[in-house]
């Protein structure tokens, strides 16, 4: 019987082994390709090691083409979109958990109804209205409509807003608190890892947009990170190892962003995924 835990232990690691290798296999070769020049990187054999890595290829992203500046574009408007999306999206998702209204279960349909409609439906549309109301080549396009939420994050809060007991709603009556103060106070903290879940994929969601970027913004300096990289592709030459330096240095935030929250998020997944 130990003979066979012990095959099954080893088992489990060779196969966990060899998944993280695939996994891992991508990731070195985007900054081994970030680190050569032209003739490594277009080599055959592919060279794995590059010989004298090109650590300038990543300051000449940062400062010769300005990289930082689409950084901080990203970052902050990324930030931005979180807190107003994440906010009113867990507004809405305490309505649809917490209380009782006529059509509640239409609506909710209708809700989930519009994750079916691509969002290059309404593009036109869209930018007619912004045109008119004078948004062009501002962030308002890409920060107000987060205001009234996300359908997608409004059904994964909802759906852990659900498992919240509702004793705690009845004991914070008791207390005197309304129905805004117990949303603030008591299914907030208690939705902490929904929340965090929900803000990293909205957050990846506005970081590697690169189509809304291009449609309303028209000034360079205020384009993002993910625009930024299509600047290092042209009609007649790709320079692939800078490419891959700039990709590289974009990933930066998004997995710092992850190991930040990486408890709360497998656990907001897992909760989510059980509903």
Sequence with gaps: MGKMKRW?????????????????????????????????????????????????????????????????????LGAVVVILAVTSSAFVAYG??????????????????TLMLPSQVTLLPTFILYREIGWLNTYLPLIVPHLFGSAYIIFLM??????????????????????????????????KPALITSGLFVFMYVYKDVLAPLIYLGNRSQYTIAV??????????????????GVAIALIPTVIFYLLSMRFTDKGIHIASLK
């Design 158 to 191: 909802r759906q852990f807003m659900v498992s919240i007991p509702r004793e705690m709603d009845e004991a914070a009556k008791i207390d005197g608190c309304g129905p805004v103060a117990t949303w603030a106070r008591i299914i907030l903290p208690q939705a």
């Design 228 to 245: 930024a990289l299509l600047f290092f592709t042209s009609p007649t030459r790709d320079d692939y190892p800078l490419q891959f330096a």
């Design 96 to 113: 649809f958990a917490r209380f009782d209204f006529p059509a509640k279960k239409g609506l909710f349909i209708l809700l989930l109804a």
């Design 8 to 76: 099954e232990t080893a088992l489990k690691i060779f196969v966990l082994s060899f998944f993280a290798i695939v996994i891992i296999i991508p990731f070195y070769w985007l900054i081994s390709s970030s680190l050569k020049n032209d003739a490594q990187f277009y080599a055959i054999p592919p060279v794995w090691f590059p010989e004298a890595p090109r650590w300038g290829n990543f300051a000449k992203v940062l400062i010769e083409q300005e990289y930082y500046r689409y950084l901080l574009n990203s970052i902050w």
